[in-house]
């Protein structure tokens, strides 16, 4: 690039040049002079070189002494200009993080071999070493600069991987040395106050940071394996939280039949799906939703991932006898116009529920089923009395999650015909929908190649009306209800909403056969 040379026409902000980084990249050649942890730390970043001297960036006047501190560290001369501090800090997680990752260099002679014997001390002073702190550092910046929503530390016989799940898969982001593992692990306890010298059990634990002045919570959850101790740490964004209805990408019909049977006064509201399908972020719009200061809403959760304003929420202690049964006759008693349960897992849990929807309550839960009809008969299989379920029971919407088509790469093409017809395409129902707008991703920075960026949700609501009720208490199979409710009702299947996406562009045949099951084989 061009060198960058105040002239008359620049724009001065207090003295300094104005660089809009939005359009000036960063020259790599200038950004190896600084060193990756000083630019991250102080916020300054290397833009180019006029001639001799090296052109700085930083946010503002007060950063002057950074700037100064790296010409002395680096022995040349700088000069500052400004620039806007959220671009600063996004070209600096661009180009050092990557490079810290894939380059950072370890003194592997200082790394001790962990046995059974190996005295705490020695733990400790390891994941103390500066390397296994940037590096635990340097992985969590790039997860949530990645948006992932789960880091995973794999050790095997010769390596060890460190992999990322982002919009649902996960991908390689870095390989550390072997001998490097242990150090790695007894950072992330020291991080989650875990007992950094059990190595044998299992452990969980919680980590707050701060990542570009955000709050993460960071879940973690350690397991011993034959090759040494595997940790996987779920990102809680809170933002995730507070999607409303709107945002989670339910279509116009499904949401406004949802938002009635949300508003009923009493009954239960399921949400089914597999782990990771977006159920609990479901229920908390949901529950943000029908919140008023005149409701009080209490839920009980194992774990609770999400502290959302003006709602009571219990923690499951099964060790200390309080499951998701015990704490539910005890919400009961606190007066509760709603109540959400993380999940009905067992007939006790399921009875106490039905009950609370019986005497008055809004209930919201989630249970494991393939689809919306499968619930009804989930909790028949669970012993519960058809008539109770009948009775109690007002919706089930069931969901997957499906990876959104890149904005910035996405481009118009022509699916398979195999494709089409594995999610039910016909020539008849691309004129039905007054044509189609088939669109798939590139591959690009932004989507890391992969041209998907980002999710969104493929919904299924059934509503339990008279017939389906009649079907409850005869014990009619799912396939039956499930029949009614398409006819009956309208419902549009988790495969008919898929097909809605991929006519408008917003996802592709392939991931929509990924996520839900065919309708015929």
């Not at 794999?154 to 982002?166: A, G, H, L, S």
């Not at 109690?392 to 069931?398: D, F, Y």
């Amino acid at each position: 690039m061009s060198p960058i040379i105040l002239d008359e026409t620049a724009r001065m902000v207090d003295g300094f040049e104005f660089i809009d980084l939005s359009e000036t990249k960063p020259d790599p050649v200038a950004m190896d002079f600084a060193p990756g942890d000083f630019a991250l730390k102080h916020s300054v970043l290397p833009l180019a070189l006029d001639g001799e001297t090296l052109i700085v960036a930083m946010s503002a006047p007060e950063a002057l002494q950074s700037v100064d501190d790296l010409g002395i560290l680096i022995n040349r001369h700088v000069r500052a200009v400004l620039a806007d501090k959220n671009l600063i800090e996004e070209r600096i997680k661009d180009f050092f993080l990557e490079r810290m990752l894939t380059g950072m260099a370890v003194d592997e002679s200082s790394v001790i071999e962990i046995d059974e014997t190996t005295d705490l001390n020695d733990l400790t002073k390891m994941a103390s070493e500066t390397a296994i702190v940037q590096m635990v550092n340097g992985i969590f910046a790039q997860a949530v600069r990645d948006g992932a929503s789960d880091i995973h530390i794999e050790p095997y016989e010769k390596d060890v991987k460190v992999r990322c799940r982002v919009d649902g898969m996960l991908s390689d982001l870095m390989r550390p040395p072997k001998r490097m593992h242990a150090a790695l692990i007894s950072r992330i306890k020291i991080l989650g106050e875990m007992n950094i010298a059990e190595r044998r059990l299992p452990q969980d634990g919680r980590i707050k940071i701060t990542i570009a002045n955000r709050q993460i919570d960071v879940r973690v959850s350690i397991v011993p394996t034959v090759y040494g101790e595997r940790a996987v740490m779920r990102i809680l964004d809170k933002g995730t939280a507070m999607l409303g209805l709107v945002e989670l990408g339910m279509q116009n019909d499904v949401l406004e039949k949802f938002r009635k049977v949300i508003s009923l006064p009493h009954g239960i509201i399921l949400a089914t799906g597999p782990t990771g399908s977006g159920k609990s972020t479901s229920l908390y719009a949901s529950l943000q939703e029908i919140w008023s200061p005149t409701t009080n809403i209490l839920t009980i959760e194992d774990p609770v991932e999400y502290q959302v304003p003006g709602i009571s929420q219990i923690q499951v202690r099964a060790n200390i006898g309080l499951t998701f049964a015990s704490g539910l006759r005890s919400i009961v008693r606190q007066d509760p116009d709603v109540i959400m349960v993380g999940e009905i897992r067992d007939h006790e849990t399921a009875e106490i529920a039905i009950h609370a929807a019986l005497t008055g309550h809004l209930v919201f839960s989630t249970l494991h089923t393939n689809d919306a009809a499968g619930a009804i008969t989930r909790l028949l299989d669970m012993g519960v009395e058809p008539y109770l379920v009948a009775s109690s029971l007002v919706g089930v919407i069931a969901q997957r999650l499906v990876r959104r088509v890149c904005t910035n790469c996405g481009e118009e093409y022509q699916p398979s015909p195999e494709s089409l017809k594995a999610i039910g395409i016909t020539d008849y129902e691309i004129s039905q929908h007054g044509g189609a707008s088939f669109k798939k991703g590139k591959g690009c920075d932004k989507c890391q190649g992969s041209g998907y960026k980002g999710r969104q949700g493929l919904y299924e609501l059934l509503t339990v009306d008279e017939p389906i009720r009649r079907m409850t208490v005869e014990r009619a199979s799912s396939g039956v209800m499930k029949a009614h409710a398409i006819q009956g009702q309208g419902m549009r299947t988790l495969l008919g909403d898929g097909r809605k996406m991929v006519l408008t562009g917003r996802t592709t045949p392939e991931e929509v056969l990924r996520v839900s099951q065919r309708e015929d084989f």
